[in-house]
């Protein structure tokens, strides 16, 4: 029974975080169209910079906000001065919706290599800012501590705050109108171009608190061929695509809906198929819901 227990409980504490990266991508996808495959790595140089902050200031608390902020400035720079240029040059060329996506694959690898020449090859750590030992209930100690506790609220207020900016804010509006119809939305007034870049501000945000919260609920280690950001980016986007490239609800759904999935793959069947097996829910889900679990099924409006 308690093993049932733990099992759920470790789905929806890797499920909260993958779907950290899944907002991300989100975020990206519905301000630009464009699915940034760039955005673990530039989660892992925000996690640096928080790295950096908590050897600095020796606090958590402090260092989680000033990467998030670090995250926000590099995905806008990233935007301004590389995604602008590239939709330009792209805009009426055979393969302006592909060039973005392949781009962002090149920035990955710039990215990792670039930090692996900066702070070499060693790993890096960052202890939890709460405890990790899990909750006892009748003399059994869970697998849910008030480490995954917090990792779990960050996420709901984090999907709850984001979803309320898209759907009751003239910049939600704006974001949405950006990257539905852009000429209708310039034609509108609506600065485009500084609207797709507060999505990619938002989205490096989003990514950097992934980041945050992964190193210290994984094994701690982080370095620039990290293994755990890669799973992350891959599960992120699995997560994203099963609730619904559309939805930043969809996102979280998708990423506890996946997490769940493979916890009872790996405490049940075996370890070894974790990966096959998220290919597996997508497949599935992509061939029962198109558009996702909570892809709308109408049109868009320009």
């Not at 034609?187 to 609207?195: C, M, N, Q």
Request: charged content about 10%; some cysteine.
């Amino acid at each position: 029974m308690y093993q049932f227990i733990n099992t759920v409980l470790n789905g929806i504490t890797s499920g909260a975080i993958f779907s950290l990266m899944a907002i991300a991508l989100v975020l990206v996808w519905r301000s630009t169209r464009v699915i940034n495959f760039a955005q673990s790595g530039m989660a892992l140089l925000s996690t640096y910079i928080g790295f950096e902050c908590i050897q600095r200031l020796h606090s958590f608390w402090i260092a989680l906000p000033l990467s998030m902020i670090a995250g926000a400035f590099f995905a806008a720079l990233v935007d301004t001065f590389f995604m602008r240029v590239l939709f330009r040059r792209t805009a009426d060329g055979p393969i302006s919706g592909v060039a973005p996506i392949i781009a962002t694959l090149g920035l990955l690898g710039l990215i990792r290599s670039s930090l692996g020449m900066i702070v070499g090859n060693s790993d890096a750590s960052i202890r939890p800012p709460v405890s990790n030992v899990g909750f006892t209930v009748s003399g059994h100690t869970l697998a849910f501590s008030p480490l995954k506790l917090m990792t779990l609220s960050m996420v709901i207020a984090l999907m709850l705050g984001l979803t309320l900016v898209f759907q009751r804010t003239n910049l939600g509006l704006a974001l949405r109108a950006s990257a539905y119809a852009p000429e209708i939305a310039r034609l509108a007034g609506v600065r485009v171009d500084a609207i797709r870049t507060i999505g990619w501000a938002l989205a490096g945000a989003a990514g950097a608190a992934a980041g945050m919260l992964q190193t210290p609920n994984g094994n701690g280690a982080l370095a620039p061929d990290s293994l755990e950001f890669n799973l992350l980016l891959v599960f992120g986007f699995i997560a994203a695509v099963i609730g619904g490239l559309e939805s930043l609800v969809g996102a979280v759904v998708g990423g506890l809906v996946l997490g769940l999935f493979l916890a009872f793959i790996q405490y049940y069947v075996s370890g070894s198929l974790v990966f096959i097996a998220a290919f597996c829910i997508l497949i599935i889900v992509l061939l029962l819901k198109p558009k996702g679990l909570l892809g709308s099924k109408a049109g868009r409006r320009a």
